[in-house]
């Protein structure tokens, strides 16, 4: 009976132990992410600016005690929104501007970089700064434009999402493209 018992479990371990499948890594996966064709449209409402946006965004009034051209474009496919605020200039460009490059460069505790680039649009007298912010921050762009005599638009780009910036970078690229357009396509209306 011992030795049955014991020829038992030496064919059971030899048999187990035949088995050709070894554990071994799995390769790398990385996020799937089907960004839509990009069309764009103007937004048109009372607003004293234009601009252009992608079809897949929309330009809401999302915060119902800001004022009326303060609104958000939101990429819902994205999970992101930019928020954008509108402010008439009162003599006090430079103390606006600077208050929004302390408000950016508040992420630098959190970013990698903070890049700056100029826009210039002389024939739109459509002037600003645009900053992209590398970075675990949980705002990856902003930008203002300004006319430096009566208006003030700025804009913000969040995600509604834990700031993880490898696994977001994909999608700010692609938004980026659209900021830019934004951007080239803005107008003063009066």
Not at 6 to 33: A, G
Not at 65 to 78: A, G, R
């Amino acid at each position: 009976m011992r030795c049955l018992s014991l020829f038992i479990l030496i064919n059971v371990l030899f048999i187990t132990s035949c088995n050709d499948k070894q554990p071994f890594p799995k390769p790398v996966s990385y996020l799937r992410i089907d960004f839509p064709d990009k069309h764009y449209y103007s937004t048109q409402d009372s607003c004293p600016f234009i601009f252009q946006i992608p079809d897949y965004s929309a330009w809401e009034n999302r915060i119902s005690n800001k004022e009326n051209c303060n609104k958000t474009i939101i990429f819902p496919s994205f999970r992101a929104e930019i928020l954008c605020d509108y402010i008439t200039l009162n003599n006090n460009l430079i103390e606006l501007s600077e208050a929004f490059r302390k408000i950016v460069y508040e992420h630098s505790f959190k970013s990698s970089a903070i890049l700056e680039k100029f826009w210039t649009n002389e024939n739109e007298k459509v002037y600003g700064i645009a900053y992209e912010i590398k970075g675990n921050t949980a705002c990856n762009f902003a930008f203002f434009l300004t006319d430096s005599i009566n208006h003030f638009f700025s804009g913000q780009l969040l995600f509604q999402t834990y700031p993880n910036y490898d696994s977001l970078k994909p999608s700010i690229k692609y938004i980026k493209e659209d900021i830019d357009t934004l951007i080239s396509s803005f107008k003063w209306t009066n």
